[in-house]
């Protein structure tokens, strides 16, 4: 699914109005019902008050229309108009210009900041300030309802996006309304995906206001939100005549002594993966442990006992995976670099493989195309810098991904996938309970899984992802996140998978 900047979803309503076509306030009244109906599900109590708070634009004319519709419904539903600029929309006047026959509903309006109204405690606050319009940061009056609005205790749902917030751009200073839930109309704004955002955008949700489908067809978009239909169509289902060796021979360059468990973990989520043979080459205090815990992978020791040392004859593997556990002894340096200048494959990189990279840039010439690259945000900054903000470091992540030709995979809350084709996707599944160690060795047993039966490297990176995030989901729906641990990740691909043929999650 495309994501758009607010100039392309601006550009989407002139072209609905042009060729549905509609009148603006008539597209304003639909995208106030598409609002209503989700609010109505989520805050089904009608004996609840709920006073809206509203700019004079357009998201203004959103929230009177709802509170319009609201009204109807049964909702003691208040109006408090923000009225700063002495500047209104002319879709905001035609909705005011209907509230009159519905005499009461309360309207107020403050000219003033410190003369906003006091507000019931138990009451639902709707913050329709400002939308996507905005362009700079809020200051003086706004500013002063911003900060009104955040200390109060009340649950504040936003409209579009919370007031004060830049869809496309970092958003400096403390202006900017901290939303429980947001709704944002046609599709979620970029601003959503970012860490830097957290306090001010909570649970979001998004549904289409029917704008019209043409625009989406004919426009581009470098930023895209990974749905499960999209990841069901990645899926590739086994063909009945099939056996071990149509679905590839994996190779896991994993573990040292005492991180072996990294090299069992990736070991796992690989066979889970769905490959059909598995070879795991670790130092030689591994082999009975990997023996023991996953008997269905074959042993490649090497000749040093505690950290890997050997370039492996990689004739015969579908894929290579490289990384987890491994250390950054010199030993293990050299090995790395020579992997690298003998493969010809994508292969992907986790871990100390990228920590050995960033102490050796030179090595960029030596990656083969189209590898995937998995770094957590501490890694990525050490390969490629610090950056001021996440829209920086993600501008940056998409130039890396193009320059080296090279699939980034920065992991997260909505992990991030930079292509080489300058593609960005953002990824659905996943949550705080993964944050524990282990959860990237799984990911990278996975991404190679799946290389290794033939996915092409961009659907095997966004599948992998998406996979290994609901793992994630479903376990943490049955135990708990707080219980979470990465082999339960393992545990659950199956379900995953299960979900993934199902369409469902």
Same mark, same amino acid.
């Given at each position: 699914?495309?994501?758009?900047?607010?100039?392309?979803?601006?550009?989407? @309503?002139?072209?609905?109005?042009?060729?549905?076509?509609?009148?603006s306030?008539?597209?304003?009244?639909?995208?106030?019902?598409?609002?209503?109906?989700? *609010?109505?599900?989520?805050?089904?109590?009608?004996? !609840?008050?709920?006073?809206?708070?509203?700019?004079?634009?357009?998201?203004?004319?959103?929230?009177?229309?709802?509170?319009?519709?609201?009204? #109807?419904?049964?909702?003691?539903?208040?109006?408090?108009?923000?009225?700063?600029?002495?500047?209104?929309?002319?879709? =905001?006047?035609?909705?005011?210009?209907?509230?009159?026959?519905?005499s009461?509903?309360?309207?107020? #309006?403050?000219?003033?900041?410190?003369?906003?109204?006091?507000?019931?405690?138990?009451?639902?606050?709707?913050?329709?300030?400002?939308?996507?319009?905005?362009?700079?940061?809020?200051?003086?009056? #706004?500013?002063?309802?911003?900060?009104?609005?955040?200390?109060?205790?009340n649950?504040?749902?936003?409209?579009?996006?919370?007031?004060?917030?830049?869809?496309?751009?970092?958003?400096?200073g403390?202006?900017?309304?901290?939303?429980?839930?947001?709704?944002? =109309?046609?599709?979620?704004?970029?601003?959503?995906?970012?860490?830097?955002?957290?306090?001010?955008?909570?649970?979001?949700?998004?549904?289409?206001?029917?704008?019209?489908?043409?625009?989406?067809?004919?426009?581009?978009?470098?930023?895209?939100?990974?749905?499960?239909i999209?990841?069901?169509?990645? =899926? !590739?289902?086994?063909?009945?005549?099939?056996?071990?060796?149509?679905?590839?021979?994996?190779?896991?360059?994993?573990?040292?002594?005492?991180?072996?468990?990294?090299?069992?973990?990736?070991?796992?989520?690989?066979?889970?993966?769905?490959?059909?043979?598995?070879?795991?080459?670790?130092p030689?205090?591994?082999?009975?442990?990997?023996?023991?815990?996953?008997?269905?992978?074959?042993?490649?020791?090497?000749?040093?006992?505690?950290?890997?040392?050997?370039?492996?004859?990689?004739?015969?593997?579908?894929?290579?995976?490289?990384?987890?556990?491994?250390?950054?002894?010199?030993?293990?340096?050299?090995?790395?670099?020579?992997?690298?200048?003998?493969?010809?494959?994508?292969?992907?990189?986790?871990?100390?493989?990228?920590?050995?990279?960033?102490?050796?840039?030179?090595?960029?010439?030596f990656?083969?195309?189209?590898s995937?690259?998995?770094?957590?945000?501490?890694?990525?900054?050490?390969?490629?810098?610090?950056?001021?903000?996440?829209?920086?470091?993600? @501008?940056?992540?998409?130039?890396?991904?193009?320059?080296?030709?090279?699939?980034?995979?920065?992991?997260?809350?909505?992990?991030?996938?930079?292509?080489?084709?300058?593609?960005?996707?953002?990824?659905?599944?996943?949550?705080?309970?993964?944050?524990?160690?282990?959860?990237?060795?799984?990911l990278t047993?996975?991404?190679?899984?799946?290389?290794?039966?033939?996915?092409?490297?961009?659907?095997?990176?966004?599948?992998?992802?998406?996979?290994?995030?609901?793992?994630?989901?479903?376990?943490?729906?049955?135990?708990?996140q707080?219980?979470?641990?990465?082999?339960?990740?393992?545990?659950? *691909?199956?379900?995953?998978?299960?979900?993934?043929?199902?369409?469902?999650?």
């Open positions: 699914m495309k994501i758009y900047s607010t100039a392309q979803i601006r550009a989407w @309503d002139a072209y609905t109005l042009e060729n549905e076509p509609i009148a306030v008539n597209l304003m009244n639909r995208a106030a019902q598409v609002f209503t109906d989700w *609010l109505i599900q989520c805050y089904p109590d009608n004996t !609840r008050p709920v006073v809206v708070f509203c700019g004079t634009g357009n998201n203004g004319g959103d929230g009177v229309a709802v509170a319009r519709l609201l009204h #109807w419904l049964g909702f003691d539903a208040k109006v408090v108009v923000c009225d700063f600029a002495a500047k209104r929309s002319v879709d =905001f006047e035609a909705q005011i210009a209907l509230l009159p026959q519905h009461n509903i309360s309207i107020e #309006w403050f000219n003033i900041a410190k003369d906003l109204p006091a507000v019931s405690p138990n009451a639902l606050i709707i913050d329709a300030l400002f939308g996507s319009g905005l362009n700079r940061p809020l200051h003086g009056e #706004w500013a002063q309802v911003v900060d009104y609005l955040n200390k109060l205790p649950e504040v749902v936003s409209i579009d996006l919370p007031s004060g917030l830049l869809a496309d751009v970092h958003t400096a403390e202006a900017v309304v901290h939303a429980d839930q947001i709704f944002s =109309f046609e599709r979620p704004k970029l601003a959503f995906f970012f860490p830097e955002n957290a306090e001010r955008v909570g649970e979001w949700s998004f549904e289409s206001i029917g704008l019209h489908p043409d625009f989406e067809r004919e426009t581009a978009s470098p930023f895209h939100y990974l749905t499960k999209e990841a069901k169509a990645l =899926f !590739r289902p086994r063909k009945k005549f099939s056996h071990k060796g149509t679905f590839g021979h994996a190779l896991l360059v994993a573990g040292s002594f005492g991180k072996m468990g990294a090299a069992v973990l990736a070991a796992k989520s690989c066979i889970r993966s769905g490959v059909g043979l598995l070879t795991v080459h670790a030689r205090c591994g082999n009975l442990v990997l023996q023991i815990s996953v008997p269905e992978a074959m042993s490649s020791p090497d000749h040093r006992a505690r950290f890997w040392a050997d370039v492996p004859d990689i004739q015969g593997y579908s894929s290579i995976g490289v990384g987890p556990g491994i250390g950054k002894a010199p030993e293990t340096a050299a090995a790395l670099q020579g992997l690298l200048q003998v493969c010809e494959k994508p292969m992907v990189l986790d871990a100390d493989a990228l920590n050995l990279l960033s102490e050796n840039p030179e090595w960029w010439d990656i083969p195309k189209n995937i690259l998995t770094p957590h945000p501490k890694e990525f900054e050490r390969l490629f810098g610090k950056t001021k903000n996440d829209f920086q470091r993600n @501008d940056l992540q998409r130039k890396k991904a193009k320059k080296h030709k090279v699939i980034i995979l920065l992991k997260g809350a909505h992990t991030t996938i930079a292509c080489p084709d300058g593609e960005c996707w953002f990824n659905p599944t996943g949550n705080p309970g993964m944050a524990t160690g282990g959860t990237g060795d799984v047993g996975i991404l190679t899984g799946l290389l290794a039966q033939g996915y092409p490297p961009k659907s095997a990176a966004l599948l992998g992802v998406y996979l290994h995030g609901l793992a994630g989901d479903l376990a943490a729906m049955s135990i708990s707080e219980a979470l641990t990465a082999g339960d990740l393992v545990d659950f *691909l199956g379900k995953a998978w299960l979900a993934i043929r199902k369409n469902i999650s």
